[in-house]
């Protein structure tokens, strides 16, 4: 059984900073690529940000520049830096190992002032 602990979010005003952590338990996390979804109030869930097993990483345009995704295959950890936040930013965030059913519960991501 997978089971991924997304950690991080929390209240930050606009231009603040946050760091997203998800664990994962598993051997799933070695051989997939990590995805960070998110969810606005109200909106489809969606993919902002990717990196395979080798690193390559890939963002929604609508992050690009501000957010960073990187992992950590010894911890089976995957991350999402993200900085210069916008209260569009708000949302649940979720990772994933794409092209499976697994997901996290979630970590909610307020940017407001």
């Not at 395979?52 to 999402?80: C, P």
Request: proline share 4%; glycine share 12%; charged share 15%.
């Amino acid at each position: 059984q997978v089971q991924l602990v997304e950690s991080g979010g929390g209240l930050v005003q606009p231009g603040g900073s946050l760091r997203l952590s998800c664990a994962a338990s598993g051997s799933i996390f070695s051989i997939r690529t990590m995805g960070w979804h998110r969810q606005p109030p109200g909106k489809q869930r969606e993919l902002v940000a990717s990196i395979t097993t080798g690193g390559s990483t890939n963002y929604a345009d609508s992050v690009k520049g501000r957010f960073t995704i990187s992992r950590d295959n010894v911890k089976n950890t995957v991350y999402l830096q993200m900085n210069s936040l916008k209260p569009e930013d708000t949302a649940v965030y979720y990772c994933h190992p794409l092209l499976t059913r697994f997901w996290g519960q979630g970590t909610q991501v307020t940017v407001s002032s």
